[in-house]
């Protein structure tokens, strides 16, 4: 889940909100919506050094699988993929029932996150409450097959409640087995957790930055941990979410007051340029001189100062990479896992025609020593590839506590 700010109006939804994945959307329709997505692009989004100005001519030269969608599903992947290709995180065309289910906390759906790779699509986590979870779909599994073909986009397992899927898997093994898989309605939030590893460690898990994220609860976690001589904060697959809970959990585990980056807004840019006419306007030298940088604040408990890891992979992005980069930059945290995303940039949601929703990049960011994110992962201390085989040890929680304990 990206970092946004939500704005503020009415929430209008068109008929199509409530209407199937065949529904077919009209030329004119479908002109309406890109003239919508064009506007934003060009007008109201923002990152250093973008020229959201070619966005038109970029799109007239992906004109045709965009023509050629007849229905919602098919026209949403194809603007998609477009704006993909443009070469941007946190920008996104949102159909109409995505629109409405960003507001919810339940969700119709296999209930797993996932991305295309070569053979498939790689599963990144997996909700425990949902379709895919009952039916054994495990994180790394791939699935090769759905309905006897190879999918081509991770909307290839969308479809109405009740829907149903023949669906070919395969493990890191390379054992494949068959399933139906059923689409149903599951929870979306999943509960943050503390878990005890002996009298000394603990493993605070924060799924996510918005959907579930109590900022009352995590201070309870968080002194319940304090306890403890290590504690390891697993972001992994944690999608991102709200920079202000991100700034909230920064500062339940650093001082008050501690600039940890800077976000690079278009009135932070044009100053800078104002300020420097002869420099290159790039994010690492506007975040630099930038006079306004993001710190912790201070919360309701005492900050934990004790030794502390940082649990991360592919799916962890936005304000988890956030969180991450400033734990090992300023707390010296030992990180542990694989690379994130790389996808760091502040954005916004905005409805447009037809019960559609964009996501636009409004602002860029910088850690507090000068990395940009965005595209430039954070990379572990520790890179552990190797995944929790059914009820067995997790191998990434188990390298940190050897990490920790063992004062690597």
């Given at each position: 889940m990206a970092i946004f700010r939500r704005l503020v109006g009415a929430f209008v939804v068109s008929c199509l909100a409530v209407s199937s994945w065949a529904q077919e959307l009209s030329a004119e329709q479908k002109t309406k919506i890109l003239a919508d997505v064009e506007g934003i692009v060009t007008e109201r989004a923002f990152v250093p050094?973008?020229?959201?100005?070619?966005?038109?001519?970029?799109?007239?030269?992906?004109?045709?699988?965009?023509?050629?969608?007849?229905?919602?599903?098919?026209?949403?992947?194809?603007?998609?993929?477009?704006?993909?290709?443009?070469?941007?995180?946190?920008?996104?065309?949102?159909?109409?029932?995505?629109?409405?289910?960003?507001?919810?906390?339940?969700?119709?759906?296999?209930?797993?996150?996932?991305?295309?790779?070569?053979?498939?699509?790689?599963?990144?986590?997996?909700?425990?409450?949902?379709?895919?979870?009952?039916a054994g779909i495990a994180e790394k599994d791939v699935i090769v097959s759905v309905n006897g073909a190879k999918p081509t986009s991770v909307e290839a397992l969308n479809g109405e409640k009740g829907a149903k899927f023949k669906v070919e898997i395969e493990n890191e093994k390379g054992e494949k087995r068959e399933i139906e898989l059923e689409l149903k309605e599951y929870s979306t939030v999943r509960k943050n957790t503390v878990t005890w590893f002996g009298e000394d460690a603990a493993v605070l898990r924060v799924n996510s930055f918005t959907r579930g994220y109590e900022r009352n609860d995590i201070e309870a976690l968080v002194t319940e941990a304090s306890k403890a001589k290590y504690l390891i904060l697993d972001l992994r697959s944690n999608g991102g979410g709200a920079v202000n809970n991100l700034r909230h959990l920064l500062s339940c585990l650093m001082p008050d007051n501690t600039p940890y980056g800077t976000f690079i807004s278009r009135t932070t840019a044009k100053d800078f340029i104002t300020a420097r006419p002869t420099e290159e306007a790039t994010p690492e030298k506007i975040a630099e001189w930038a006079p306004v940088k993001a710190k912790t604040i201070k919360g309701k408990i005492e900050p934990f100062m004790g030794s502390l890891a940082v649990l991360i992979n592919r799916g962890s992005a936005s304000a988890s990479e956030i969180t991450a980069a400033a734990l090992q930059e300023i707390r010296g945290a030992k990180v542990i896992g694989t690379k994130t995303a790389g996808a760091v940039l502040a954005s916004v949601f905005r409805n447009i025609s037809e019960g559609f929703s964009v996501q636009y990049p409004v602002s860029d960011y910088v850690t507090i020593k000068g990395k940009r994110l965005e595209k430039g992962p954070v990379v572990p201390d520790v890179e552990v590839t190797a995944v929790r085989q059914g009820d067995g040890p997790d191998p990434v929680i188990e390298k940190a506590l050897e990490v920790l304990r063992g004062g690597f």
């Open positions: 050094g973008v020229d959201f100005t070619k966005w038109k001519t970029f799109l007239e030269s992906k004109r045709t699988s965009i023509d050629e969608a007849k229905d919602i599903q098919a026209f949403t992947r194809a603007v998609n993929q477009t704006l993909r290709e443009f070469g941007l995180s946190h920008m996104a065309l949102l159909n109409p029932r995505s629109t409405v289910a960003r507001t919810q906390t339940t969700a119709v759906g296999p209930g797993m996150s996932m991305i295309l790779e070569e053979k498939g699509l790689r599963v990144r986590s997996v909700l425990p409450e949902g379709p895919a979870k009952a």
